[in-house]
């Protein structure tokens, strides 16, 4: 799935999990491999940066579980320190992925994709509804 295709989506009212994976630790400083979030929002700026706003706080005990102690502890004068031990009360925050606009996603696997089966059924539709128009079309079908 393209990156237009997800934050049409997402701007649709769909919230998204995820899963991290290895290349995120390339292009993000607060995501490791492994680790989950909901993407609540999606917006590209003038730059070509996407940013995915997340948020955590259902998978807040299991990634710490999966987090790495790679930041700096001034106390100790070592990197012995884990995001949740430096931000303990974020739950939200912007994932910036720089990529073209066709590149494939390749930071992160959506977790649950049957969402995403409906909405390309819709987009190869070609209706004029509007996605939520659409399901409830198909929802009315079936009763």
């Not at 997402?10 to 899963?19: H, Q, R, S, T, W």
């Not at 992925?97 to 494939?104: G, S």
Request: hydrophobic content about 35%; glycine content about 4%.
């Amino acid at each position: 799935m393209i990156s237009n295709e997800l934050m049409e989506i997402i701007n649709i009212g769909k919230c998204v999990p995820v899963e991290m994976l290895k290349t995120i630790e390339d292009c993000e400083m607060r995501y490791e491999e492994g680790m989950r979030a909901y993407i609540v929002k999606a917006n590209e700026d003038n730059g070509g940066c996407i940013i995915f706003q997340t948020e955590e706080r259902e998978f807040a005990e299991y990634n710490k579980s999966v987090e790495k102690p790679i930041w700096f502890n001034s106390k100790s004068g070592t990197y012995d320190l884990k995001w949740s031990e430096l931000e303990p009360h974020i739950s939200e925050y912007d994932l910036q992925i720089w990529q073209d606009v066709d590149t494939e996603i390749y930071s992160f696997k959506i977790l649950d994709d049957s969402k995403f089966k409906l909405f390309q059924q819709y987009k190869k539709e070609n209706s004029e509804l509007t996605y939520v128009q659409w399901l409830e079309e198909k929802v009315f079908e079936l009763v």
